[in-house]
């Protein structure tokens, strides 16, 4: 038995039952060394950390154990999440060697409510990619087809719960990089409203579009997860408490009523299986008593043109702080300044050298107003289109990738044609709202695709509800990659 065959509440069901965590550990440790050599998934297994948590876990009486909402679930962690004592690296050079004096917020509460933390996960480094290609530590690979992508930037992520090493794990989304990689990788993933979860302990990328997120195989284990690490946090000042009660999953299944909105260009721009999946899902939703529109949001075209000026924009100064003095490595120098650009000069890769070069120049005098401001106008017109569609439905519906997992190599030389990869997913960014990837089916290529839900602000229930119903009507019951060993059977 593998980590990803039970359900998070089965799981934890079972560790309130009596079942020994460290088995529970155990099992996934010996999966993981399967399948690691041939992915990659992972920059730090954490097994003896892992190991005597559980332990702790099984000391527990029975009271103690049931009080515990995620007891014994295993669970994988992005590396650019701190969790004390514990190496992060954010994919970069710069940070090697470095272990963090605290965790992060979203890690600490799985903790305190009972998950393992099995290990870190790879990224883009700094989480800027759509393909885990630009970790300093090697790229993953996606479990569905080793020749291709996981997706980015928390491919290690996607990946890891695709095989099966870990149930749930926890990634971060500023443009896409929880729902693209978990699109490329078959497994359910979630941006959350925009403070809803808190951002402390999360390396920063850009402030301003940066929410920590869960991915999972399936939609009830990301609302449980996202339950447990929502809410205001004192450490983040942008965190916000959601609607009381949480985040409900209808299991009635029935989408009566529901009024449903087709973004018509998105669904213009997605390449053949990616429109198949997305009619099929219309179809799925109009059986169920939703009633399907198509909606326009007219200024989305400029939404990766406004993204990629305000996230490099955000980044060129969160980045400053590695500097070679506070943290990881340090590039020799006669003086400070040649510390400073040995350090960088060195310890930076190709593409976050690109995005602080083209953040510092939006930023300058005399292009402030040209770039960065023209972006934030747009940031502000984009979140009048989605307040005017989300006056006539309830829900979003576009795919949340224009094709499936590109093969390893494919756009690494062409940062445009890597950057198009976004185009579905930052408009969630850009306006805080709160958006879903679902797994929806197989092509005849043996790759994953998926649908995107996004809601109004807040409305992450709603997501959960109009997931499930989705997931409950796929045509085939929902098997992982083959060849993981936990493919159909
Ligand atoms: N792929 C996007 C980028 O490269 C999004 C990254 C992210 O969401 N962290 O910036």
Request: charged share 20%.
């Amino acid at each position: 038995m593998t980590p990803g065959d039970e359900s998070v509440a089965e799981s934890a069901r079972a560790v309130h039952q009596g079942a020994s965590a460290v088995r529970r550990v155990e099992a996934a440790l010996a999966h993981l060394a399967e399948t690691e050599p041939r992915l990659h998934a992972y920059l730090h297994v954490r097994a003896d950390g892992a190991l005597a948590d559980a332990a702790e876990l099984d000391r527990l009486g029975p009271e103690a154990r049931a009080a515990l909402p995620l007891a014994g679930v295993v669970v994988a962690v992005k590396d650019n999440l701190v969790l004390k004592d514990t190496p992060t690296t954010a994919g970069s050079k710069i940070l090697e060697g470095y272990r963090p004096p605290y965790t992060a917020t979203a890690v600490a509460r799985l903790q305190a409510a009972g998950a393992l933390v099995i290990g870190k996960t790879n990224l883009d480094e700094f989480a800027m990619g759509s393909s885990t290609e630009h970790s300093a530590y090697g790229p993953t690979k996606n479990p569905w087809d080793v020749t291709r992508v996981p997706g980015g930037s928390s491919g290690g992520s996607a990946a890891a719960v695709a095989a099966g090493t870990a149930l749930v794990a926890l990634g971060s989304d500023t443009g896409g990089s929880v729902r693209q990689p978990a699109a490329f990788c078959g497994v359910v993933g979630l941006k959350p409203t925009y403070g809803r979860v808190s951002r402390y302990g999360l390396l920063a990328f850009a402030s301003s579009l940066d929410q920590v997120g869960p991915l999972g195989r399936r939609v009830a284990d990301v609302a449980q997860v996202f339950q447990v690490m929502a809410g205001r946090d004192p450490h983040d000042a942008t965190s916000v408490e959601g609607p009381p009660g949480g985040p409900v999953l209808d299991a009635t299944g029935s989408l009566r009523g529901l009024r449903v909105g087709v973004v018509g260009s998105q669904r213009d721009q997605a390449g053949p299986e990616a429109r198949t999946a997305l009619d099929e899902a219309v179809v799925a939703l109009s059986d169920q008593g939703a009633v399907v529109s198509e909606v326009d949001l007219p200024h989305s075209r400029y939404g990766i043109a406004a993204y990629y000026l305000v996230a490099p924009a955000e980044a060129s100064s969160n980045l400053a702080r590695y500097d070679g003095v506070r943290y990881g490595v340090r590039g020799e120098g006669q003086d400070l300044a040649e510390v400073y650009l040995h350090t960088r000069g060195e310890g930076f890769g190709t593409e976050v050298k690109r995005r602080i070069l083209l953040g510092t120049f939006a930023l300058a005098e005399g292009y402030y107003d040209a770039y960065y401001l023209k972006a934030l106008k747009t940031r502000t017109l984009l979140a009048q289109d989605y307040r005017a569609a989300f006056r006539s439905v309830d829900v979003l519906l576009t795919p949340t990738v224009p094709e499936t997992a590109f093969r390893l190599g494919e756009k690494l030389e062409d940062p445009w044609a890597m950057y198009q990869s976004d185009v579905m997913t930052v408009g969630a960014n850009l306006t805080g709202l709160p958006a879903l990837s679902l797994p929806w089916s197989v092509t005849a290529g043996g790759l994953p695709t998926a649908i995107q839900l996004t809601a109004p602000w807040l409305e992450e229930a709603r997501l959960f509800s109009t997931a499930a119903a989705l997931e409950a009507s796929r045509a085939q019951p929902w098997t992982g990659p083959a060849g993981e060993g936990r493919g159909a059977s």
